[in-house]
């Protein structure tokens, strides 16, 4: 039986010297030390145990230092990657809140009608007036209003969502 994995966040950029990356946690998981020295980093569809010598807060930042990254230069191999720990590793406090759609999609790909591939779906953010979800796109993250108008094929197959967004919107 394949664990259950849990996105908790993603990567950040490498900060200083030594192979650190800033980790970016989503709202709910504020606070969530991994208890073991094992995060699941997703690269090309698969998700990747890495294990690390440090896990904390440092300058204002929440650092991450992988036991193989010694230089700036290994750690871009894992920036900007969604982050995952395995759901049986969560403390039940962490897995009381109920998933909403948008969790559900999370890491889902945009296409463009028109553009082509835009990129993953990183994180979201839902309002009472209005959803947005934010994507990954050419190396930043830009915010695309999460409206039925907007939304023009699902394939959960393949985990794509294809959309026909405005002109000038990225």
């Known amino acids: ?30 606070g969530f030390r991994p208890p073991k020295q094992v995060l699941f980093v997703q690269q090309r569809g698969d998700i ?8 904390q807060e440092q300058g204002g930042h929440l650092l991450v230092v992988f036991e193989d990254f010694d230089n700036p230069n290994a750690a871009y191999a894992v920036a900007q990657k969604p982050i995952f720990v395995r759901k049986q590793d969560l403390p039940e406090d962490f897995l009381e809140e109920e998933d909403t759609e948008l969790d559900a999609i ?3 790909q945009i296409v ?3 553009l082509g591939l835009i990129g993953p779906i990183i994180d979201y953010d839902e309002q009472p007036h209005q959803s947005i979800i934010l994507v990954d796109y050419q190396g930043r993250e830009v915010m695309i209003p999460w409206v039925d108008a ?11 969502i294809t959309m026909d967004l405005p002109l000038g919107l990225l």
């Open 112 to 114: 463009d009608k028109q």
């Open 106 to 108: 999370l890491g889902f």
């Open 150 to 160: 907007y939304i023009q094929d699902f394939d959960l197959q393949k985990r794509v």
């Open 48 to 55: 990747i145990p890495f294990f690390f010598k440090s896990f």
């Open 1 to 30: 039986m394949q664990p259950e994995y849990i996105q908790i966040g993603r990567l950040g950029k490498p900060y200083g010297l030594k192979g650190a990356v800033k980790v970016l946690l989503w709202d709910e998981y504020v």
